[in-house]
């Protein structure tokens, strides 16, 4: 089944006859995985209570454009920024007419225009009016728009007429919607990333740290999400704003992040180590800024624990993916790292290169599991992250490494 994990969908009801059939449609679309907030037009409301959609999706259904209440909390605009499809399901005449107008004279019509998420319709109309001129134009302009139309199906309606005009029932409109978004390799699966560089603090104002930006491992964080896991990301210190639909959990220290990854373990599927994690900490950490003193001074380290290594040697260990920056002899000391740290997979990158890796946009790596290896050309790191999702995907598949 075509799934809607990670996806917000904000369902539109217009007032036609086929309203009582958008309680099964909630249903539907929250049985693929989405999360539902309702908007009902004035005539909607003659058809089906607010009550029992609300009852259904576990939100308040919203009706008004000028609510106080609804702007302090969810108002037009969150709504339009929430949706990642706005789905109008009956979409009567009256409605299909306004939003090809351009009319922004309700909160359905309002929300359409403010928002910049697909919109998909699902005509319902006595077949005449669905077969009128003035129809067939604006359903043509609508679609010439972008907007995605499901339906309608032809049979008996309503009002005694046959003819086409009958809203599409709501199992195929909910696939119809899960159907304009990624595959859904990871569906459901929960999936942890680390990311950023470690810092290890020295006294209350020094640490020691590296050039990791974050962009690799939010760029994969966004392709789980794209492929439908459930993800997390422990991040240390970055500028960038986690995708939406990821929990994100910011650290400083290896060893904090050490104990985030090792705390959310029971509930991991995946397990990608893309975090620049410094292997040594200052031994001591000075309570009081350290003063200037002699023209050199001698800093002890001491061992940072090997996060991805705990990780795949845990008890019910997730599918466990690491990344090797190497500036030399790549591919062998990759291959070491796999076997050292009991990885399943393990992405080398070349980071003596500044075009790629560390802290720029673009990125090219060999992929290593046990019995293959793949070679993701040059390219930007939201790109090299979706092929490694999709091979993680695969090779999750077949089977764990031993
Ligand atoms: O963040 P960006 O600017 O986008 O840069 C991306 C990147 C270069 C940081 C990324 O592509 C990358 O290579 N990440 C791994 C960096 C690293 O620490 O590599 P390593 O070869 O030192 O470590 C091997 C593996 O062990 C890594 O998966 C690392 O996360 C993990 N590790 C290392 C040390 C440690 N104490 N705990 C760990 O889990």
């Known amino acids: 089944m075509a799934h809607l994990f990670n996806r917000n969908v904000l369902l539109g009801v217009s007032g036609g006859i086929a309203a009582y059939k958008?309680?099964?449609l909630v249903r539907q679309?929250?049985?693929?995985?989405?999360?539902v907030r309702v908007i009902m037009t004035l005539g909607a409301r003659e058809f089906i209570t607010p009550l029992t959609l609300q009852a259904l999706s576990g939100h308040p259904v919203h009706t008004q454009l000028l609510d106080t209440d609804a702007e302090q909390g969810m108002g037009h605009i969150e709504l339009a920024r929430w949706a990642d499809l706005l789905l109008v399901a009956p979409a009567t005449a009256d409605l299909i007419a306004r939003l090809s107008a351009g009319r922004a004279d309700d909160l359905l019509t309002t929300a359409a225009l403010a928002t910049t998420a697909p919109l998909m319709l699902a005509p319902a109309m006595n077949q005449q009016m669905w077969q009128d001129p003035a129809t067939i134009?604006?359903?043509t302009q609508l679609s010439a728009r972008g907007a995605h139309i499901v339906g309608p199906a032809v049979g008996q309606q309503a009002c005694g007429d046959v003819g086409p005009g009958r809203m599409e029932e709501p199992p195929v409109i909910a696939d119809a919607a899960a159907s304009l978004f990624e595959s859904g390799l990871l569906a459901g699966k929960r999936v942890i990333i680390t990311a950023g560089p470690t810092r290890e603090a020295l006294d209350p104002v020094r640490y020691i740290s590296n050039h990791s930006s974050g962009k690799m491992g939010y760029a994969l964080a966004q392709a789980a999400v794209d492929a439908?896991?459930?993800?997390?990301?422990v991040s240390g210190p970055v500028n960038l704003a986690p995708p939406k639909h990821v929990q994100c959990l910011p650290?400083?220290?290896a060893t904090e992040?050490?104990?985030k990854c090792l705390a959310l373990l029971p509930e991991c599927d995946i397990f990608i180590a893309c975090a620049a994690v410094a292997d040594y900490r200052p031994a001591t950490i000075e309570q009081q800024k350290i003063k200037k003193g002699p023209e050199q001074v001698i800093l002890q380290l001491a061992r940072n624990p090997d996060i991805v290594a705990a990780v795949a040697a845990s008890e019910n260990s997730p599918f466990t993916v690491g990344f090797a920056a190497e500036t030399?002899?790549?591919?062998s000391y990759a291959r070491d790292k796999m076997q050292g740290k009991g990885l399943d997979m393990i992405v080398a990158n070349d980071v003596s290169?500044?075009?790629i890796g560390f802290n720029s946009d673009h990125n090219e790596a060999t992929v290593l599991w046990r019995d293959g290896e793949q070679v993701l050309a040059r390219s930007g790191k939201s790109a090299i992250a979706r092929q490694i999702v999709e091979l993680i995907g695969a090779i999750n598949k077949v089977g764990k490494c031993v």
Do not use: F, H, K, P
């Open 228 to 233: 439908g896991a459930i993800t997390t990301l």
């Open 137 to 139: 134009a604006n359903i």
């Open 29 to 35: 679309l929250q049985g693929r995985g989405a999360s």
């Open 251 to 253: 650290v400083q220290s």
């Open 257 to 259: 992040m050490l104990e």
């Open 328 to 331: 030399n002899d790549v591919l």
């Open 353 to 355: 290169d500044l075009s």
């Open 22 to 24: 958008s309680a099964e």
